[in-house]
C-alpha cells in the first residue's frame, strides 16, 4: 500500500520560511517523480514543482526562485524549501508521485498525500 505523509506546516509571517517533508512508503521511491501542489481555499489544486528521480526541476511562475525541491531517495523523502513566503501562497500543500517524467499535470500523479496547511500572515 502506497502512503505519502506531508508535515512541516504551519504558520509563518510574510517574508518567512518554512520546509515541507513527505515521506513514502510502498514503492520505489527512487523511481518516481514527486511534485507538489496547493490548493486555497475556494481554489482549484495547482501545480508547484516536480522533480524526476533523476533530479531534474520544474517550478510554477509564481514560486520560482522562492522555493526549491528537493529529494533523498536514502530517506524515501522529497522536499520543499519556501523562502520569502507571501500571503498568497497560504494552501494546502500536497505531494504526489507518479511514473512518469516531470509533468505539471495532477493526472500524471497516481499516489497522493493527505496534505498539509501553510498559512502565512501578512
Known amino acids: 500500500q502506497v502512503q505519502l505523509v506531508e508535515s512541516g506546516g504551519g504558520l509563518v509571517q510574510a517574508g518567512g520560511s518554512l520546509r515541507l517533508s513527505c515521506r513514502a512508503s510502498?514503492?520505489?521511491?527512487?523511481?518516481?517523480?514527486m511534485g507538489w501542489f496547493r490548493q486555497a481555499r475556494g481554489n482549484e489544486r495547482d501545480f508547484v514543482a516536480t522533480?524526476?528521480?533523476?533530479?531534474?526541476?520544474a517550478y510554477a511562475d509564481s514560486v520560482k526562485g522562492r522555493f526549491t525541491i528537493s529529494r533523498d531517495n536514502a530517506k524515501n523523502t522529497v522536499y520543499l524549501q519556501m523562502n520569502s513566503l507571501k500571503p498568497e501562497d497560504t494552501a494546502v500543500y500536497f505531494c504526489a508521485a507518479g511514473p512518469l517524467g516531470s509533468s505539471r499535470l495532477q493526472t500524471a500523479y497516481d499516489y497522493w498525500g493527505q496534505g498539509t496547511q501553510v498559512t502565512v500572515s501578512s
Open positions: 522533480i524526476w528521480s533523476g533530479g531534474v526541476t
Open positions: 510502498g514503492l520505489t521511491f527512487s523511481m518516481y517523480t
